[in-house]
Structure formats: structure tokens, C-alpha cells
């Protein structure tokens, strides 16, 4: 994965607007980690082939940033990305690492579903 460069994100975020594309968000401070240290609060969220149609999307802020995709009902957005790839299937990939390296958030879109 590469740093975010904020105009080929936005490049690619907008050439799936207004189609149909599957969604994987994820979400997690370390969900493992409670069970090594009790008083850690872990905290997560996952969903993987949600599909969408999202008519805007954007990426803002100055890094870590936000990719936000206006659906018709509001909004699905991701807060701390960091790195993005577009692979060799067509997808893009966003990811946030923290400060340690570790895996924070990551946003996905694609036209296929995700294996």
C-alpha cells in the first residue's frame, strides 16, 4: 500500500459513484488485546458485501483522513485512512495504521464481491 495521495484517491473514489459496489468496513483498536491486558476497552466494527450505490464520495482533511459516501439514506464513512492501493482487480483499498503500524480502519470498494 502506498501514503494517501489525496487527488488519486479522490480520482478513484469518484469513478464508482452512481454504480452498484460492494462495501467492506472494518473497524478495531485491537480486539485482541483485552484479553492480554483486562483493563483494555476493545472496540470494533465489521461488515463485508454491503452493496451500494453512493452518489458523491470524498476524501478530506489533511491526514489521517476521512472518505465519506453519500448514499441515498446518509452516509457510510471511514475516519483515520492513511494508505491506499488500487489492486490488480479493479478495487480500491483504504487503510488507516495507527502509530505502531497496526491496521485501525480499512474502507474497501469494489465492483465484485468481496472473497
Same mark, same amino acid.
Given at each position: 500500500?502506498?501514503?494517501?495521495?489525496?487527488?488519486?484517491? #479522490?480520482?478513484?473514489?469518484? #469513478?464508482?459513484?452512481?454504480?452498484?459496489?460492494?462495501?467492506?468496513?472494518?473497524?478495531?483498536?485491537? @480486539?485482541?488485546?483485552?484479553?492480554?491486558? #483486562? =483493563?483494555?476497552?476493545?472496540?470494533? @466494527?465489521?461488515?463485508?458485501?454491503?452493496?451500494?450505490?453512493?452518489?458523491?464520495? &470524498?476524501? =478530506?482533511?489533511?491526514?489521517?483522513?476521512?472518505?465519506?459516501? &453519500?448514499?441515498?439514506?446518509?452516509?457510510?464513512?471511514?475516519?483515520?485512512? =492513511?494508505?491506499?492501493? %488500487?489492486?490488480?482487480?479493479?478495487?480500491?483499498? %483504504?487503510?488507516?495504521?495507527?502509530?505502531?503500524? &497496526?491496521?485501525?480502519?480499512? %474502507?474497501?470498494?469494489? =465492483?465484485?464481491?468481496?472473497?
Amino acid at each position: 500500500m502506498e501514503i494517501v495521495d489525496r487527488k488519486r484517491v #479522490q480520482e478513484a473514489i469518484h #469513478q464508482f459513484a452512481n454504480k452498484d459496489v460492494y462495501i467492506h468496513l472494518e473497524t478495531t483498536n485491537g @480486539a485482541y488485546a483485552s484479553h492480554y491486558d #483486562q =483493563t483494555f476497552f476493545s472496540a470494533g @466494527a465489521y461488515i463485508r458485501n454491503a452493496l451500494v450505490r453512493y452518489e458523491l464520495g &470524498k476524501i =478530506t482533511g489533511n491526514g489521517p483522513y476521512r472518505v465519506g459516501l &453519500k448514499i441515498d439514506l446518509g452516509w457510510i464513512y471511514a475516519e483515520g485512512i =492513511t494508505h491506499f492501493e %488500487l489492486d490488480e482487480l479493479g478495487r480500491l483499498l %483504504l487503510a488507516g495504521h495507527d502509530y505502531n503500524g &497496526k491496521l485501525a480502519v480499512a %474502507l474497501e470498494i469494489s =465492483t465484485t464481491p468481496f472473497e
